[in-house]
T-cell receptor, first 111, second 111 residues
Framework: EDQVTQSPEALRLQEGESSSLNCSYT??????LFWYRQDPGKGPEFLFT???AGEEKEKERLKATLTKKESFLHITAPKPEDSATYLC????????????FGKGTKLSVKP | SQTIHQWPATLVQPVGSPLSLECTVE??????LYWYRQAAGRGLQLLFY??????ISSEVPQNLSASRPQDRQFILSSKKLLLSDSGFYLC??????????FGQGTRLTVV
């Protein structure tokens, strides 16, 4: 069964304390690994797309990496405004290009 | 640039009442359109997707239906709401094997 699993469910960091979020996937014929940020009561905001193992993407304090079985979202020196739920999704093949989402990691960054 | 509009932002409806949520996309043509539901503690669940006008595919059997009367308009409906229909509903657009872009969501509470 196609599945995306994120860990940890919740992560509390001090401002400036770097860490990583994990997304493991078992999606047959994976067509892209996607990261989103979601603030409370809002729709998910697109962050990154990764297509190939070894690929990396960066945006400000965030860096996403991809292996054949998992993806990591590295957060360097986080700030309180980075607090949000981070969602990972795997794209599976077919004409629809649909996404399978994990349950997310809720990140809290304390000043 | 592309934008997606979804309304209303919040909705409280009695059990047994009808439902109509609307989503429109601007700045692109022939997008794939999606309806997701997000329940507390669960990941985003794909409800419906559409690859063109009048073409609707359902992922989960339920009390809901979707329609796409125009290229950039997607509507989620129900004839009679159930308590279990409560949740956060998200519309999104995308292309095959690329990222999806989400609206701001509708918080539906069925009472």
């Amino acid at each position: 069964e196609d599945q995306v699993t994120q860990s940890p469910e919740a992560l509390r960091l001090q401002e400036g304390e770097s860490s990583s979020l994990n997304c493991s996937y078992t999606v047959s014929g994976l067509r892209g690994l996607f990261w989103y940020r979601q603030d409370p009561g809002k729709g998910p905001e697109f962050l990154f797309t990764l297509y190939s193992a070894g690929e990396e993407k960066e945006k400000e304090r965030l860096k996403a990496t991809l292996t054949k079985k998992e993806s990591f979202l590295h957060i360097t020196a986080p700030k309180p405004e980075d607090s949000a739920t981070y969602l990972c999704a795997g794209g599976y093949g077919g004409s629809q290009g649909n996404l399978i989402f994990g349950k997310g990691t809720k990140l809290s960054v304390k000043p | 640039s592309q934008t997606i509009h979804q309304w209303p932002a919040t909705l409280v409806q009695p059990v047994g009442s009808p439902l109509s949520l609307e989503c429109t996309v601007e700045g692109t043509s022939n997008p794939n359109l999606y309806w997701y539901r997000q329940a507390a503690g669960r990941g985003l669940q794909l409800l419906f997707y559409s690859v063109g006008i009048g073409q609707i595919s359902s992922e989960v059997p339920q009390n809901l239906s979707a329609s796409r009367p125009q290229d950039r308009q997607f509507i989620l409906s129900s004839k009679k709401l159930l308590l279990s229909d409560s949740g956060f509903y998200l519309c999104a657009w995308g292309r095959v094997n690329t990222e999806a872009f989400f609206g701001q969501g509708t918080r539906l509470t069925v009472v």
